[in-house]
């Protein structure tokens, strides 16, 4: 039991690690290359003259979903000695998040069909280049509301986490804060977009902290069996 549990750990802890990778380098370093969200016009020439580089933005995030996956499985097995159904209920809510998320993705994908295609549609018409940006607007909409249930994920794993005798308690006060910020910028994202919140992206490292630990730690946790 406990080399499955050690496993689960280190895999979490590598998945984590990946998604650290992916995304940021998708949205902070390909998305703002090429997108300009005030001008239709030049986001629309700029993905097609770098489609390759677009495609690779989506791709990360393909690689980060099934990276969502395989932690919400490995964690599940992680902590099912703590509490099986609601260790099972915490990986629903991480799967619910990339679902959503994948269907907020489709967007940028028909993104990539209306600059393939945009000599039978129309280079220089207006409405295409709308379409484009609309497309890349909704991606951010639906991800943002995805993020909902990841930030409900975040704060019912802090709970698991904290009852779990073989995990340091600390973890999971940090992983429920990390929650109650993405919850609070989700909220705002939707209800209060001109209000500024920059401060609350202390609290999102809660998850990278645990991942540090799953990494050094988790692979040599002992559980005594009853």
Not at 77 to 92: G, H, M, R, W
Not at 159 to 175: E, H, M, Q, W
């Amino acid at each position: 039991m406990n080399s499955q549990i050690q496993k689960a750990g280190l895999i979490s802890g590598i998945g984590i690690f990946i998604m650290v990778l992916t995304v940021p380098i998708a949205e902070f370093v390909i998305f703002p290359e090429l997108i300009d969200y005030n001008n239709a016009e030049i986001t629309f020439n700029n993905i097609t003259e770098n489609r390759k580089l677009f495609t690779i933005g989506i791709f990360l995030h393909v690689i980060t979903l099934i990276c969502d996956l395989v932690v919400a499985w490995s964690l599940y097995i992680f902590l099912k000695p703590t509490n099986k159904d609601f260790s099972l209920l915490v990986a629903l809510f991480r799967i619910a998040f990339a679902i959503i998320t994948l269907a907020a993705l489709l967007n940028l994908v028909s993104v990539l069909n209306l600059t393939l295609n945009s000599d039978y549609l129309g280079a220089f018409n207006d409405s295409l280049y709308s379409k484009v940006l609309l497309a890349i607007k909704n991606f951010n909409i639906q991800w943002s509301f995805a993020f909902t249930f990841f930030s409900i994920y975040l704060m019912l794993l802090g709970v698991l986490v904290y009852k779990a005798v073989y995990v340091p308690k600390i973890f999971g006060v940090v992983l429920i804060i990390a929650g109650l910020g993405y919850f609070v910028e989700t909220l705002r994202s939707f209800f209060f977009p001109s209000f500024e919140m920059d401060y609350l992206m202390i609290t999102y490292f809660g998850e990278l902290v645990f991942m540090f630990w799953l990494l050094i730690k988790s692979w040599r946790v002992k559980i005594v069996e009853e």
